[in-house]
């Protein structure tokens, strides 16, 4: 047994290491694939959103229309639905990492030596 310690490698060879993962043809089409999801989604909830606040605004007598009941309208419809909506994109992306952004991201860790176990990088 030996007291030495292992001397770490140059923090340049990491960074190197880091610099090329990020410039490969991999990781590139990881961040598209990544942008293809989000960006899209986050327009269309956006746009969704606006549409609620606007017609909360400027269509009040549509938004009060009542569906059922004395108290459901709308307006408290399309409320409920902002939260499915929410719900539904974060199940949609949980779909799309694991078959599209996840195997790749773990390819990328394990080629720069990261990977400790299969729940992901050391802690």
């Not at 490969?24 to 961040?31: P, Q, T, Y």
């Not at 960006?39 to 269509?59: D, E, N, Q, R």
């Amino acid at each position: 047994m030996s007291t030495d310690t292992p001397t770490p490698a140059p923090a340049e060879s990491a960074a190197e290491r880091y610099l090329a993962v990020q410039r490969s043809d991999e990781f590139v089409g990881l961040r598209r694939a990544l942008r293809s999801f989000v960006f899209p989604m986050t327009v269309t909830f956006f746009l969704w959103y606006a549409l609620y606040v606007i017609l909360s605004a400027y269509a009040r007598d549509f938004m009060g229309t009542k569906l059922f009941g004395s108290n459901i309208n709308v307006a408290l419809i399309f409320g409920l639905l902002q939260f499915v909506s929410t719900f539904l994109i974060a199940w949609l992306y949980s779909r799309y990492a694991d078959r599209k952004l996840d195997p790749t991201a773990d390819r990328i860790r394990a080629e720069i030596g990261e990977v400790t176990h299969e729940h992901g990088p050391r802690g």
